[in-house]
């Protein structure tokens, strides 16, 4: 069952919702050059940018996007840009909930991956046990780089006298708990991932695994 079904939230209000942050993105952007703060513009660009990423693959690779899932990656950029105007210093938690969110998608990616050739072979077999060491490998292996993206830009930004405009890093104990998050994220698509995943992984082993 889809958490959509659970709450009772159609695809249309799904959709909906994930245009009201595709706006709100455009307007962090506009926020961002009024205050002369490029962190701010840099991080609503991407965001933005990522939200359409969806409609890409679905227009451009025939991959099924389903409107939750939609939701989910909007989610993700949405919370990142809009950590960039002040909840990032300001909300303990905001750094933690984004780093979950955005190491899940990182996860799903892993997921459909894998369970697109093992769909597609019979002599390949990935037991759950497997798949689900792999996809927390996947999710660690991107969380550490990342971690060492914002160390550079952080360097690169000191240097430069812009010291956080991108990316910014909170020390040590912060880049721990970032990892946790990220391996809750990993944690959460490895045993719900089935319900938003399952077809994206069969068109990926039709598309791309058996020749289609």
């Known amino acids: 069952m ?14 909906r919702i994930t245009r009201a942050m595709q706006l709100s993105l455009v ?6 050059v009024d205050r ?9 660009a991407v965001a933005l940018g990522v939200t359409y990423v969806p409609a890409l693959l679905e227009r451009d690779y025939n991959l099924p996007m389903d409107s939750g899932l939609v ?5 993700a950029a949405f919370l990142h840009a809009v950590g960039t105007l002040g909840p990032y210093r300001n909300v303990a938690w905001w750094d933690h909930v984004t780093h979950a969110l955005s190491s899940s998608l990182v996860a799903g990616a892993g997921y459909a991956f894998t369970r697109a050739v093992d769909e597609h072979s019979d002599d390949i077999e990935f037991p ?3 798949s689900f060491a792999l996809i927390l490998l996947v999710v660690l292996a991107f969380g550490v780089l990342w971690e060492v993206l914002e160390f550079a830009l952080s360097q690169a930004g000191n240097a430069l006298g812009q010291g956080g405009s991108v990316l910014t890093q909170y020390g040590l104990e912060d880049t721990i708990k970032d990892l946790v998050y990220n391996t809750l994220g ?8 089935t319900a938003y995943l399952a077809d994206v992984a069969s068109a ?8 289609g």
Do not use: H
């Not at 002369?36 to 609503?44: A, E, F, L, Q, R």
């Not at 990993?186 to 991932?193: D, K, N, P, Q, R």
């Not at 990926?204 to 020749?211: A, D, N, P, Q």
């Open 2 to 15: 889809k958490l959509r079904d659970a709450l009772g939230v159609s695809e249309t209000t799904q959709r």
């Open 27 to 32: 307007g962090i952007v506009f926020v961002g």
């Open 36 to 44: 002369g703060n490029p962190g701010i513009v840099v991080n609503g």
């Open 71 to 75: 939701l989910w990656m909007t989610l």
């Open 128 to 130: 759950p046990r497997f």
């Open 186 to 193: 990993g944690v959460i698509v490895a045993i719900w991932g």
């Open 204 to 211: 990926v082993r039709e598309r791309y695994l058996s020749g």
